[in-house]
């Protein structure tokens, strides 16, 4: 059974940094492309970073040169680090399988998420 579980979010300041945990069941990292995601408040579901089985990635402009995604195949987490957060940044953070999902909060590959909260 494919299962997720994001962790780690808490609240910061502005300007800090907060590294987020995805720890993985019932599949490898070599099966499936994996996306953190992230939803604030009144806002859609937003992709911030997809990490592909070929190697490449993929890094939406508002995260772009402040978060970055990595994995352990050996442990089956990914990582999220976040840098000089922004009272932006606020949200619910999220990991995903994309071969199980079919969109924000749809499949057996959506994580549970975990909240940040960025302030001034």
């Known amino acids: 059974e494919v299962h997720l579980v994001a962790s780690g979010g808490g609240s910061v300041q502005a300007g800090r940094s907060l590294n987020l945990s995805c720890t993985v069941s019932?599949?490898?990292?070599?099966?499936?492309?994996m996306g953190w995601y992230r939803q604030g408040p009144g806002k859609k579901c937003e992709l911030l970073i997809n990490?592909?089985?070929?190697?490449?990635?993929y890094y939406a402009d508002s995260v772009e040169g402040r978060f970055t995604a990595t994995q352990d195949k050996v442990k089956n987490i990914m990582y999220l680090i976040m840098n000089k957060l922004e009272i932006g940044d606020t949200a619910m953070y999220y990991c995903?399988?994309?071969?199980?999902?079919?969109?924000?909060?749809?499949?057996?590959?959506w994580g549970q998420g975990t909240q940040v909260t960025v302030s001034a």
């Open positions: 990490l592909r089985r070929d190697g490449s990635s």
């Open positions: 995903a399988a994309e071969a199980w999902f079919k969109d924000c909060f749809d499949g057996p590959g």
């Open positions: 019932g599949f490898t990292f070599d099966e499936s492309d």
